[in-house]
């Protein structure tokens, strides 16, 4: 199985240069060049891969009468005392069908008014996306 970052630099050679190649050809700086049939065996990883991806987010939402975010409080607010002590947690609140983002506060979640919301289950915020220049 092709690494994370080889198997979508493989995804790229195909779709950038398909058109160039003969049908299943080896292209030259494809990552999955020695795979028989490298085209296919590119698909299966992608979607096996894209599988697991899924599966894993779904595994990250803690239920909040099980825990509360205080430690990813404690962490955010050492590193941003400006923001007053509050920190932004994903959360599922009760009844909804979709997540939204709600500050937590060490004791209740709420929005930007203060108005504050039972919240079923919850999750830290995603890391920023890491830049790649060039």
Known sequence: MLQL?????????????????????????????E??????????????????????AHQLWTMSDVAMPDRELAEYSARHPEEGGV?????MVHGAT???????????????????????YWQPMPLPPKVVTG
Do not use: H, S, W
């Open 87 to 91: 920190v932004e947690v994903l959360v």
């Open 5 to 33: 970052d080889k198997l979508l630099e493989a995804l790229q050679c195909c779709t950038n240069d398909f058109a160039q190649c003969d049908a299943y050809d080896r292209c030259e700086e494809c990552p999955a060049r």
């Open 98 to 120: 979709e997540p939204t983002v709600l500050l937590y506060d060490g004791d209740v979640f709420m929005d930007a008014n203060g108005d504050r919301y039972k919240v079923d």
């Open 35 to 56: 795979a028989p049939n490298c085209y296919e065996e590119i698909k299966r990883q992608a979607a096996e891969t894209i599988e697991r991806l899924f599966e894993a």
